[in-house]
């Protein structure tokens, strides 16, 4: 008998994380439109969310855990037996070699946050010091210029700006927020507003643009610096907003004064006057709101360039006022701006408390008595995502142990001593923690569509599995606490604060404890949600005014609210200048002087502007966001209409002096690998400037069930020595790269 189920849930596929209404019918998904009650994207989701019955119901899901065997095969095991040997196994490094060599990567897929907060509990269990995931490959670098500058997080009032300023981003491929094409249209429509955007392609965003600074590729700290020397040395700063809220303004603005404008622009390839034009349409504007992203977070100066583009709209005034930056409140923060320092092996930097992806393979990889002996992998591919795929799928061989949690069988996974099966997104409570909006942030926490594949679990559940065969918390501190949830939230709140304030070390565990004990009380099986009473209560005594301005008298209300709304629940709300409540420095001021990047700012000057060579005269994009390609969730290729391939993109003048045409094919080689890909001829392209899209090159099963990949799998071909030196952010967009041209044969290519 067929069954059918409507439910409310949020698109997967970027950090907007629109709203949807979901119908699944025998547990495939056959309508999903966008949510009109959902506070932020109303109604609004883009053509790629419709095509999520592909992730949810692919052919390499996962339906019981698997041990891999001697002769490097798996085998199917049950859960108590993956349970009770992988908790042996982790207590056996944990005892000989310390808890700080097990490492852990992941605990935050695309929208598949919750299941994260709860490994929190396991690491403290283990010992566990060092972790990863995939922000340590984009935005440390921002995160700690961020942190340096006034210690939050912005967010751009982009609806509102009268000039929008875009660095290394196109939106209308890549969303990244509600509404992101209505927006750009209506933007460019608007003959009193301007869009300025840095791109060395003429993507889609950057063909709409007033202004395109059309970089050559990996010369935006040229390019930024040159119009913050215009801002300076024209007299278009906001000096009493420079007197009234920042610190060291004056070391930044003498380095400035002195940037040889027309030199830069020479090195980064646009013209001087475009350059000056933007400037002055930046330092005359009533508001400015500038929005960056991985085209200058995975290239040469990454985080240099974060620090330039924020001081666009600071030496302009451009915070705490309609249109312009604000900071924002969380309900959960991503990240723990204190948590910084050394990685044991290689001394990597560690920001917000992530270990740079591209030093992983190196903290393990040698006979350093500090090295990683075992590593958790939990909804994370790192053998597709992370440069140099090759030196990762050596470093997980050489480890003692690796445990793998994920919804389906990943490139990762086929490396693992165990991979546990996941419950999917749509299977199980779940929500992001992306909450990053002002003046209204909101909150979407996400109730199953399904029930669990049988024979997975929610992540939630395979912590708390694990923690009970670690015996982490004892049950004489638990049993109370149950008794108490069973009599009511006031009754379990004063028993827990009591019991953390007894022994305050408890408080490492309070994810697993709020599991254990409050979670069994709440409505609809939303066990997996109790995590969240806490940070609730957390957020209302951080924030006591934003919170009871969205109608909340306190945590306890808060948290209801969230339990119940399907469609999310605004949790703060403030006006502009509310904005300055979210600056961490005790002075509420920003710190514009920062040493090290006044000191790689002043070295631009001798520095060389390319990293090309005669072997690898190309720069390779390697991840471009294109109509059809979307992050690794959507694993079956079948997903996509066109570009099936996923054609590497090159410019009209390379294509004819190669002898190259569009449905031709081509071999790219890197210092790393060499892959073969599809042409398409495409005049997005400037000379010396390929790009090759995301998504492509995993492994999937076929018609007779052996795994085929389908394009180029880009960390194939990219180095795990290219990083930034600051943050150790990858450079995936900016590869040295050759193109050889191959024997004619000819695809189609839309």
């Known amino acids: ?107 935050g897929a695309q929208g598949n946050h919750l299941g994260g907060s709860y490994s929190r509990a396991l690491l403290q269990a283990l010992g566990a010091k060092y972790r990863s995931n995939a922000l340590a490959r984009e935005k440390t670098g921002e995160m700690w210029v961020d942190g340096q500058l006034y210690g939050g997080h912005t967010a751009a009032d982009l609806e509102h700006a009268e000039v929008v300023v875009l660095v290394g981003n196109n939106p209308w491929q890549s969303h990244q927020f509600p509404r992101a094409r209505p927006w750009l249209r209506e933007l ?15 993507s889609e965003t950057a063909a709409m643009a007033d202004f395109h600074l059309r970089v050559r590729p990996g010369t935006d700290a040229w390019c930024l610096a040159a119009m913050l020397g215009v801002l300076v040395q024209e007299d278009l700063v906001d000096h009493e907003f420079l007197d009234q809220h920042t610190t060291g303004a004056e070391p930044v603005l003498e380095l400035l004064a002195e940037v040889p404008v027309a030199d830069y622009a020479g090195r980064c390839g646009v013209p001087e006057d475009l350059i000056r034009a933007a400037a002055r349409r930046i330092g005359t504007a009533g508001s400015v709101a500038e929005h960056e992203d991985l085209g200058i977070q995975q290239g040469p100066h990454s985080t240099l360039c974060s620090y330039l583009a924020k001081l666009l709209w600071i030496l302009t005034g451009n915070f705490a006022k309609r249109g312009a930056m604000s900071l924002h409140s969380w309900l959960v923060p991503l990240a723990s701006p204190g948590r910084e320092g050394r990685s044991p092996v290689t001394g990597a930097r560690i920001i917000a408390g992530y270990l740079p992806c591209n030093s992983i393979a190196e903290e393990i990889r040698t006979d350093h008595p500090e090295r990683f002996r075992a590593m958790i992998v939990e909804s994370a591919n790192p053998v597709s995502s992370l440069a140099d795929a090759r030196r990762f799928r050596e470093a997980m061989r050489a480890l003692d142990l690796t445990v793998v949690v994920d919804v389906a069988f990943t490139e990762t996974a086929r490396e693992a001593d165990y991979v546990l099966p996941a419950a999917s997104q749509f299977e199980k409570w779940e929500a992001t923690f992306f909450t990053l909006e002002f003046p209204r942030n909101a909150f979407h926490l996400r109730a199953p569509i399904l029930e669990p594949l049988p024979g997975t679990l929610p992540e939630p559940e395979i912590h708390a599995r694990l923690l009970r065969a670690l015996d982490a918390v004892d049950e004489s501190v638990l049993a109370p606490l149950r008794d108490a949830a069973e009599q009511g939230r006031e009754k379990f709140a004063e028993a827990f604060f009591a019991t953390v304030a007894t022994d305050p070390g408890l408080m490492r565990m309070a994810p697993h404890i709020l599991y254990e004990t409050l979670g069994p009380t709440l409505p609809d099986g939303a066990r997996a949600a109790a995590a969240l009473w806490g940070a609730a209560h957390l957020c209302a005594m951080t924030n006591p005014d934003a919170v009871r301005r969205a109608g909340f008298a306190g945590g306890d209300e808060l948290f209801d609210a969230i339990l119940t709304s399907r469609s999310g629940v605004v949790f703060t709300v403030d006006d502009y200048p509310d904005t300055w409540h979210y600056v961490r420095h005790a002075d509420r001021r920003f710190r514009l002087e920062i040493g090290e990047l006044l000191d790689e ?64 094919r081509a071999r790219i080689v890197t210092e790393r690998g060499a892959a073969e890909a599809v042409v398409e001829v495409s005049d997005m392209m400037q000379p010396g400037h390929i790009s090759l899209p995301n998504g492509y090159g995993l492994d999937y099963p076929g018609g007779d069930g052996e795994p085929v990949a389908t394009g180029v799998a880009l960390n194939e071909l990219t180095s795990l020595l290219r990083r930034d030196p600051i943050a150790g952010t990858p450079w995936h967009k900016h590869v040295p790269a050759r193109v050889e041209p191959l024997a004619a044969t000819r695809v189609e290519v839309s």
């Open 601 to 664: 700012l002043r070295g631009l000057t001798g520095a060389e502007a390319s990293w090309v060579s005669t072997d690898f005269p190309f720069v390779l994009s390697a991840g471009e966001r294109r109509s059809f390609t979307a992050n690794a969730l959507y694993r079956d290729p079948a997903w996509r209409r066109r570009d099936a391939e996923g054609a590497l993109r090159i410019s009209p003048d390379d294509a004819e002096r190669l002898g190259l045409d569009t449905g031709g």
């Open 188 to 202: 460019a429509a608007d003959p009193d507003r301007t869009l300025i955007v840095f791109d060395p392609r003429r």
């Open 1 to 107: 008998m067929s069954t059918e189920v409507t439910g409310k849930t949020a698109c997967i596929l970027c950090a907007a994380n629109c709203g949807v209404e979901i119908t699944a019918r025998d547990r495939r998904f056959v309508r999903i439109r966008g949510d009109k009650e959902h506070p932020h994207s109303a109604g609004y989701t883009c053509e790629k969310a419709l095509r999520l019955d592909h992730y949810q119901n692919g052919r390499d899901r996962l339906t019981s855990p698997l041990r891999r065997r001697p002769d490097g095969g798996y085998e199917e095991i049950d859960w108590d037996t993956a349970i009770a040997e992988i908790a042996e196994r982790l207590a056996r490094v944990r005892d000989v070699h310390g808890g700080d060599k097990i490492f852990y990567y992941g605990g």
